[in-house]
């Protein structure tokens, strides 16, 4: 199954912004706001990464909790990790205004 997503990275700044922690932590993993603090691109990045679990979930064909599924990456390959299953099958892109995520399970 494939899943595919695309996320306008200013409705994820003005989320931050707006809602700040709450709206992070009922995203975000906590290992996914480490990434991010202090990164230049913070909201790319958080961008590719929500777009990346819209695709899962769409790869999977149901919604879920997003602090189930949490992305990670080593090396710069990026990975997903649910209930303890690693998913590696991800490609995150992102530019300036867009994030775009695909996701083969």
């Not at 003005?14 to 990434?35: M, N, P, Q, S």
């Not at 530019?95 to 995520?101: I, L, W």
Request: avoid cysteine; hydrophobic fraction near 45%.
């Amino acid at each position: 199954m494939i899943g595919i997503d695309i996320v306008d990275v200013s409705r994820i700044a003005r989320a931050v912004e707006t809602y700040g922690e709450r709206f992070l932590t009922k995203v975000f993993t906590d290992e996914e706001i480490r990434y991010v603090e202090g990164k230049k691109g913070a909201y790319q990045s958080l961008a590719g990464r929500f777009a990346a679990k819209e695709a899962f979930m769409k790869a999977l064909g149901r919604p879920l909790s997003w602090r189930e599924i949490e992305v990670s990456e080593i090396k710069g390959r990026p990975f997903i990790l649910f209930h303890g299953q690693r998913y590696e099958g991800v490609s995150i892109s992102h530019e300036k205004a867009y994030a775009v995520s695909v996701v083969m399970i």
